[in-house]
C-alpha cells in the first residue's frame, strides 16, 4: 500500500448528513459535508483520547467527537474544546490530519499523502462524464485479495479468451492467438497500450449485441498504484469506456469503483442490463484472482514465469518499485506486528509545515 496517490474514498451518494467511516491503507477515516456541501477527509482518531470522530455527529460545519465533545474544522483543527475557558487558547497540537478531497464523476476522491499539490500524481479523470449523448453508471464491490492484484489483472489482457470467454472474442480465436500490444507507453504515472480484437461481437445472454465494424480495439492501462481503464471502440461509431478505481481497504481486501461510460444503449432503461454485464464480468475475475498465490503480488518476477505478453504486467511492476524507492510504501509488516498498540495516520500535507502532531505517521520502506 502507497501514500501520495489519489484514492477513491465514497461515491456521493453515501456521503450524506452523518459522518461517514471509511478504512482505507490500513487506517480508518472520517468523511463529512460541511454546510456548504463539500465533502472533508480526515483521520479518525481524535487526538484527546482516540475515539473514533465517525461515531460522534456534526455540529454546523464542525464535526464533534462522541468521547469529551472536542469539535474539529475541515483542515482538521480543533476549533472548540468543551472544558476550556472560552478565554483560553485551544493547544496547536489539538488536531488531526486532514486530505484534499475532490467531488467528480459520482464518487469522492481523497488524495491520501503530503504531498505539495504541484507534485501530486495524477488522477484518472472519466473524460465522456455528462457529455451529450453518453450515459454512465457507478458500481462498486469489496474484493477479497490485495489491489494490485486487480490492477495486474487488468494489465494483462490474454486473460480475457479463458475468464471472459464470452466477451469480444469469437470461439475459433480464443485461447489461439497473438496478442501484441500497440504503442506502448511508460510513464512516471502509467503504463498504457492498444490491443485489438478479431470481432466485435458479444454473447447476448450476457449483454445486448451492437452493430459495427469487424475488428475491435481496445486501449488499456493504468494511472497511478491503484487506477486503471478499458476502452473498447466496438465500431466506428460505438464506444465502451470503463474506468476502475481500486482503493486498498488493507492489505489483503480491497473496495473497486468502477465507472462505465458509452455512446450506445442509451438512457436509464439500459443502464440494469449493463450493471448486469459488469457484475458478471467482475465476478468471473474474482472467481480467478481469489485463488492466485501468493495473495500479494510477489517482491521480484524470479517466483512468477512472466512471459512477452506479460509485459504490461512486468510495467506496472517497475513503476511500484519507483514509488517504494520514493519511500511511500507503507510498512505492511510493521504494522501487523504492532498488533495494534499503536495508532497511526497517514501523513497530510500539513505535516510538511508542522511536525508537533499527537498520531505519528504510518511506518513507510
Given amino acids: 500500500m502507497f501514500i501520495n496517490f489519489w484514492y477513491c ?5 453515501n456521503v450524506g448528513e452523518q459522518p461517514l467511516q471509511v478504512r482505507m491503507l490500513g487506517q480508518d477515516f472520517v468523511l463529512f459535508r460541511d454546510s456548504a456541501g463539500s465533502v472533508h477527509c480526515l483521520n479518525d482518531v481524535c487526538a484527546h ?4 470522530l465517525s461515531h460522534g455527529k456534526l455540529q454546523g460545519n464542525l464535526i464533534q467527537c462522541p468521547y469529551p465533545g472536542w ?5 482538521g483543527a480543533c476549533q472548540h474544546i468543551p472544558t476550556l475557558p472560552e478565554s483560553s487558547r485551544i493547544p496547536a497540537r489539538a488536531r488531526v490530519d486532514s486530505y484534499p478531497t475532490i467531488e467528480k464523476h459520482g464518487m469522492v476522491f481523497a488524495f491520501l499523502g503530503d504531498l505539495p499539490e504541484d507534485q501530486r500524481p495524477p488522477r484518472l479523470e472519466v473524460n465522456e462524464w455528462g457529455d451529450d449523448g453518453w450515459s454512465s453508471i457507478v458500481q462498486q464491490w469489496e474484493l477479497g485479495y490485495p489491489y494490485m492484484r486487480a490492477v495486474e489483472n487488468a494489465m494483462d489482457v490474454f486473460h480475457n479468451d479463458f475468464v471472459h470467454p464470452e466477451f469480444m472474442v469469437p470461439d475459433a480465436a480464443q485461447g489461439n492467438r497473438e496478442v501484441p500490444l500497440f504503442d506502448f507507453t511508460e510513464t512516471e504515472w502509467n503504463t498504457t497500450f492498444m490491443t485489438r480484437l478479431p470481432n466485435n461481437e458479444l454473447d447476448d ?13 481496445v486501449n488499456t492501462g493504468h494511472i497511478g498504484v491503484s487506477s486503471y481503464f478499458s476502452f473498447v471502440q466496438i465500431s466506428a461509431e460505438q464506444r465502451l469506456c470503463l474506468y476502475f478505481y481500486a482503493t486498498p481497504i488493507d492489505r489483503l481486501h480491497t473496495r473497486l469503483f468502477l465507472v462505465t461510460t458509452r455512446n450506445f444503449m442509451p438512457g436509464e432503461k439500459h443502464d440494469q442490463e449493463m450493471i448486469q454485464g459488469n457484475e458478471h464480468v467482475v465476478m468471473q475475475d474474482v472467481a480467478v484472482i481469489g485463488g492466485i498465490r501468493p495473495y500479494t503480488t510477489p517482491a521480484n518476477n524470479v517466483t512468477e514465469l512472466l512471459i512477452a505478453e506479460d ?6 511492476r517497475e513503476r511500484v518499485k519507483e514509488w517504494t524507492a520514493k519511500g511511500w510504501r507503507i510498512d505492511s509488516a510493521a504494522l501487523a506486528a504492532d498488533e495494534g498498540l499503536s495508532v497511526y495516520a497517514v501523513p497530510s500535507p500539513a505535516r510538511k509545515e508542522s511536525s508537533n502532531w499527537v498520531i505519528n505517521p504510518v511506518p513507510l520502506i
Fill in 49 to 52: 483520547r482516540g475515539a473514533s
Fill in 311 to 316: 509485459r504490461g504486467v512486468a510495467a506496472y
Fill in 205 to 217: 445472454s450476457v449483454i445486448p449485441s451492437v452493430e459495427g465494424d469487424s475488428i475491435a480495439q
Fill in 71 to 75: 469539535r474539529y474544522d475541515g483542515s
Fill in 9 to 13: 474514498a465514497a461515491t456521493t451518494e
